[in-house]
């Protein structure tokens, strides 16, 4: 069960382990209609791959208060919450839906497995990879642990198989994503052998109030405030975040900005420097073809290319020489564009 990029990587090795399975079923999302006035389809990328490797493709319903009474395809629909057979395997890998109970009890508790990437307990949640690189942290990992009842604590469950690894300087949620899935389909198909074997073994997970969540990413996360964030904080949520929300700056006109490509500017001249004396503050550089802004901790942002909204994707220069007066600090036709805090209402 799952839907994404990082589902599709997970069941390319469950696939190729032919000796881990003898019948694959594959559930996820049905297209939906999206954009404006449904003019675009988006396609489950796992549905996409499951036919391509001829396995069955179920849907579920696109909306999670019909899916809590959902039924599982046969045979799984089929088998006793009372003894459930030991053959079958529930597997999910970025589903974006909670199983109800009614549907984890048709499995024995060590036959519910969900591949995680995170070290938990930390960045529990539907956005663990997203909160890992927004965080900075220097260390993540993936780990194939056992599904519970919600009630009982999402993503809480024992833990069968974990692997640890570094965070590559300038990582982002793309990289982060392929590199997890494959470690995550690895071993997933490691803990089905030693299954197979006998020899699987869990370990209760720890209880840490303290451990980082990872919440849904929202528009929120992609607000940027150049007077409580640094270049470098700004650069590291882009690399997060930018794949499913772009970057958002508010204009002196409470007009939106987004911020495409950014970059820390280590080298700033002397007169970008005194042009910009506050965080919020933008000119346009020659040298870089960016549009340099102040932020927060005496660091300087570039970016090459901006859209305005309503509004197409630009150029830094190109978007620089249509300011207008109104946008700019001192409301004439020259120095620098001001940046507001964002107004979420």
Not at 76 to 97: D, K
């Amino acid at each position: 069960m799952g839907r994404d990029e990082f589902s599709c990587l997970v069941l390319e090795q469950l696939y190729r382990a032919r000796d881990v399975w003898t019948e694959l079923l594959v559930v996820t999302q049905p297209d939906v209609k999206t954009g404006r006035r449904g003019s675009q389809l988006s396609v489950s990328p796992l549905k996409i791959l499951a036919q391509e490797l001829d396995l069955p493709v179920h849907f579920i319903p696109p909306d999670k208060a019909t899916f809590k009474t959902w039924q599982l395809p046969p045979p799984f629909s089929l088998a006793s919450t009372s003894n459930p057979p030991s053959s079958h395997v529930l597997i999910t890998a970025s589903f974006g839906r909670i199983l109800p109970a009614s549907m984890l009890k048709l499995f024995l508790p060590s036959r519910r497995l969900n591949v995680h990437p995170s070290l938990l307990p930390a960045y529990r949640g539907a956005a663990p990879i997203q909160h890992t690189l927004l965080g900075g942290q220097k260390e993540t990992g993936v780990c194939v642990i056992e599904m519970m009842e919600r009630k009982k604590g999402v993503d809480a469950g024992a833990i069968w198989a974990q692997s640890r690894m570094d965070v590559p300087d300038g990582a982002t949620f793309e990289t982060m994503r392929d590199i997890l899935s494959r470690e995550g389909g690895r071993l997933l198909v490691s803990v089905l052998r030693d299954t197979l074997a006998g020899k699987a073994t869990s370990t209760p997970q720890l209880s840490d109030p303290s451990a980082s969540r990872a919440p849904a990413i929202t528009a929120e996360d992609s607000a940027i405030d150049f007077t409580t964030m640094s270049a470098e904080h700004i650069v590291r949520r882009y690399r997060a975040i930018s794949h499913q929300k772009p970057l958002i700056a508010q204009l002196k006109i409470k007009k939106n900005l987004q911020l495409h490509s950014p970059s820390i500017c280590a080298e700033v001249s002397g007169e970008i420097k005194a042009s910009l004396m506050s965080p919020g503050l933008a000119t346009y550089d020659p040298r870089t073809q960016s549009l340099i802004i102040r932020c927060a901790d005496d660091s300087f942002l570039a970016v090459p290319q901006v859209k305005q909204q309503d509004r197409s994707l630009l150029k830094a220069k190109e978007w620089w020489n249509g300011v207008r007066p109104e946008m700019r600090v001192s409301g004439e036709g020259e120095g620098p564009v001001e940046f507001v805090r964002w107004d979420v209402s």
